[in-house]
């Protein structure tokens, strides 16, 4: 498979180059918007040719799938031009700054044939689908609460339009509550229908919000709370899942490095989850690599993007109300 990569991004640098190369990918081309910086970072990856011009990257169909990682606001056109290119597309969280984009995106990939996904990488931990296994299978019995711990310490080199610049995409909503509902999703197997929240800014962000608290309640009566922030230096991670015959302890697990464990507690004791780690990323474009084959589906497909993308937004709405606001996928 031959990728073409729009957007010089740190995600890219620090996890998707080496794990589409790791997977047997090629990387032909790189897309950004300056021309120096996006031929020192081609440079600095091995990758042969580096494009300011979008269509120069696509055009003449070397590369046969791309990979979105330029500021969301970018996402919608870059996306709907690559599947106008006849390219499979891999795209960043968030898929769009609105759910009616996000739908065009994905619409116009299902209308063309091509496989479209959504680079959730936690539905590919190890732990997490330990998590999903262990919920599918009654070891816990019925869910009564899902709690979901993701307030983090956003780094020096990140803090850039995550922080100030809601034209961007800006701020901890559709940065790190998409993931929670992602994962929320992919462990429970349903969608949250409405949300209450608060959100604010605790000492990072500047005009977007950098903390929130919401609660879910989804289709089965299950409620969940989630915490996402920039600010916490000192916070675990986790996710618990508690039912009536059991609870689930992932500790560590937020994060994009096979770390982490899942802990089982039942009337017969506290087990430790088998969870043997592989990196979260590579299984991804393993996935995305068999679905443009025709084998199965990817990790996380359009419809899921839109799903995690349709609850962010709907906690966002909901810290500005304080309502109870429903989630429309
Ligand atoms: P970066 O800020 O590193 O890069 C995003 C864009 O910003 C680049 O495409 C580039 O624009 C521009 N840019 C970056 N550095 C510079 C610079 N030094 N000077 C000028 N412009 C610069 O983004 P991230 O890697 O943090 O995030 C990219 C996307 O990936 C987002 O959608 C984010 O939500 C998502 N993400 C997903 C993660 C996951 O685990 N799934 C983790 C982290 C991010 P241009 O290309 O136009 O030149």
Redesign the pocket.
Known sequence: MRWGL???????AE?MIAAIRSEGGEIACV????AD??GAYAGRHGIPRAETDLDALLKGGEVQAVYI????E??RAQALAAVAAGCHVLC???LALTVAEAREMVGAAEAAGLVFAT???LRNAATHLALRDAVKAGRVGRVLSVRVFHAVHLPPH?Q???IDDPAA?GGVI??ITV?DADTVRHILDETPETVVAMAGESGMGRGVEDSVMSVWSMPSGAMVMAHESFTHRFAETGVEVHGTDGSLYGRGIMT?RPLGTVELVTAEGRETLPAPPHDL?ARGVRLFHEAVAGRGRPAADGRDGIASLAVALAVREAARTGRRVAVEV
């Open positions: 729009i957007g010089a991004s740190t995600i890219a996890h897309q950004g918007g300056d910086r996006i990682s330029s500021t969301n970018k996402h960043e969280k968030p680079n959730h990488h990140l850039g339009w995550r995409g559709p940065d993931h994009q990323y």
